[in-house]
């Protein structure tokens, strides 16, 4: 529809070319009819389904922007989790290094102390040999009465010769003993540092392992961090909010998917001690004589000085991640736990596997401050990432590259393996 400008221009250019033709005669010109205003009315069909179209587009477009920010999470958690076995094998690898130093020195010991009391042995052993030589041990009966100058002399000799040759018994045994005792301490030795030397070798493979995987998460979460970033711009775009808001929004969308996932935690966990309980009354059963069943066992009590744990591990909170570190100022998972307990006076090795082991294991409802929270592939031998209970269903723990260490949900992530008390 042609506006009304537009309409009255070009009436005036067709009559001006009318009047200033050569020869023609003008006729008075027709009333020009008023051209009807443009209203905002009602949208058509066709705009109606155009702008369906546009918003349908806009919807599929935020849906699978949504799926690409699950899909970067879950690479991301991948390449955490890949780095996590890495630095957890470097960690696993020196302290195997670090027994079989101590054992080999041990070995070592063991030896130098071995051939001292074979020399001890030998010498004696000379003398002995020497005593009984002197004692003519090696003559025949008929000379020792030849000689003998009576038979009191005789039964004297013959008394001292007992004696010598019961002396010179015992010498060449010990002897012998502490000789089989000095070669079993040398083959000790000698395979101890056999078994030290694999073991430093070992560690060296494991920490070269540990830093490519530290170099390919962190790139990796640089990539993916980059990535999010660029998706959230496109979905403030898409919905037409500010980035800020998009960025709110999403997190509240994260946070959502975490609760989910704590909620299913927390159910599979009751589920887990639901069965525990019932295995464990099928197992003890009933008394014989109608009796009440058997009581699981107590939780150990709370291991001492949990506060000054918490207290450490609160205060490095914000300092960096970074593989195989142990303070100060940046940590790794197990790095934190085997210090903030080194606060209370306990020591733990930097390695999660044994951290579990020399622990205590609990079940989750017996969680108290300073217990440690492990996650796993599979037995505790597969342990690769370890937090501090903090109380009040929080954790404190150094999580991963580009995160520094701090305190959250215990479901902030996957659900947990294994609960230990040291």
């Known amino acids: ?121 030998k010498a004696a052993f000379r003398d002995a040999v020497i005593t009984a030589q002197g004692m003519g041990l090696e003559m025949s009966v008929v000379e020792a009465l030849v000689d003998a100058e009576g038979m009191d002399a005789l039964l004297e000799r013959s008394a001292a010769s007992d004696y010598v040759q019961s002396l010179f018994d015992q010498r060449r045994i010990a002897y012998v003993d502490a000789a089989d005792a000095a070669a079993t301490a040398a083959d000790a030795a000698s395979a101890a540092t056999a078994q030290a030397t694999a073991a430093l070798a070992d560690a060296r493979a494991a920490r070269d392992a540990a830093r490519a995987a530290a170099g390919d998460a962190a790139a990796v979460t640089e990539r993916i961090e980059a990535r999010r970033t660029r998706l959230v711009q496109r979905l403030a775009r898409l919905q037409g909010v500010s980035v800020a808001v998009a960025r709110a929004h999403q997190a509240a969308v994260d946070a959502e998917a975490a609760a989910q996932a704590a909620q299913a935690a927390q159910a599979a966990a009751d589920a887990q001690a639901a069965k525990d309980a019932k295995d464990a009354k099928h197992a003890g059963g009933e008394q014989a004589d109608g009796g009440a069943p058997a009581t699981a066992a107590p939780a150990p009590a709370p291991a001492g000085g949990a506060q000054a744990v918490i207290a450490f591990a609160r205060a490095q909170l914000g300092e960096p991640y970074r593989w195989g570190a142990a303070g100060p100022g940046a940590w790794d998972c197990s790095g934190l736990v085997a210090k903030a307990w080194a606060a209370a006076g306990r020591t733990l090795p930097h390695y999660s596997v044994a951290q579990y082991e020399q622990s205590t294991p609990i079940s989750r409802d017996q969680l108290q401050p300073g217990d440690l929270v492990f996650w796993s592939d599979g037995g505790p031998g597969s342990i690769f990432h370890v937090a501090l209970y903090a109380g009040d269903g929080r954790i404190i723990h150094a999580p991963r590259t580009g995160r520094p260490v701090s305190e959250e949900s215990i479901d902030y992530w996957r659900t947990p393996d294994f609960f230990a008390r040291p």
């Open 1 to 121: 529809m042609r506006s009304p400008s537009l309409g009255s221009g070009l009436l005036a250019l067709v009559v001006t070319a009318v009047v200033c033709v050569p020869g023609a005669q003008a006729d008075p010109p027709a009333p020009v009819p008023p051209v009807p205003p443009v209203t905002q009315g009602a949208p058509s069909a066709a705009d109606v389904q155009a702008a369906q179209e546009r918003a349908g587009a806009a919807e599929g477009d935020v849906a699978a922007i949504r799926q690409q920010l699950v899909d970067a999470a879950a690479r991301l958690d991948a390449a955490t989790v890949r780095a996590a076995k890495a630095t957890e094998a470097w960690n696993g690898a020196r302290w195997t290094a670090r027994t079989a130093r101590a054992v080999e020195r041990q070995a070592v010991a063991d030896a130098a102390a071995a051939d001292q009391i074979l020399a001890g042995h």
